[in-house]
């Protein structure tokens, strides 16, 4: 009996931008919440349009993101 065992390739789920509906083929997608991915592009702010990064932080209030200012307004 054979027992060789080759890895199975799975496959990767194709990701939907949030904020453009469009497929993310980036190298990398930002993934704010356990489910909301977006490109680097679309990532702002629902109030103000300020782009969300690691210099401006992303907060998440019923599904729509905000720069800090706006979310605790």
């Known amino acids: ?3 060789d065992t080759q890895p199975v390739k799975k496959k990767r789920r194709a990701s ?13 997608i930002l993934r704010v919440a356990p489910d909301l991915e977006w490109h680097a592009s679309c990532l702002k702010c629902a109030d103000c349009s300020q ?18 200012r706006d979310y605790v307004r």
Not at 16 to 28: E, K, R, S, T, Y
Not at 51 to 68: A, I, N, Q, S
Request: aromatic share 12%; hydrophobic share 25%.
């Open 16 to 28: 939907l931008c949030v904020g453009c509906g469009g497929q993310i083929h980036d190298q990398f």
């Open 51 to 68: 782009y969300l990064d690691e210099t401006c932080t992303c907060f998440v209030r019923e599904g729509k993101t905000y720069c800090k």
């Open 1 to 3: 009996m054979n027992t």
